[in-house]
């Protein structure tokens, strides 16, 4: 069975949401990702970390978090 869901990934100021799909089995391991979804965030996480934020915004919807003064 498998089920959709969303990751963060967070790197400086900004924030992405990824789409992934969780996989559910009888393994002890469950749930888990696919080989390319885990690839999808570590290139999200890479990305974001370099300041590109349009290779980013291609696998997810990117935010740029803004501190507020309290």
Do not use: C
Not at 27 to 39: G, H, M, R, V
């Amino acid at each position: 069975m498998d089920k959709q869901a969303t990751k963060l990934v967070h790197e400086g100021d900004y924030i992405a949401e990824v789409d992934v799909t969780l996989v559910f089995n009888e393994d002890e391991w469950s749930p888990f990702l696919s080989l390319e979804d885990a690839n999808k965030l570590d290139d999200v996480r890479r990305a974001l970390r370099d300041g590109d934020v349009d290779t980013a915004a291609r696998f997810g919807r990117v935010y740029r978090l803004v501190a507020v003064d309290a």
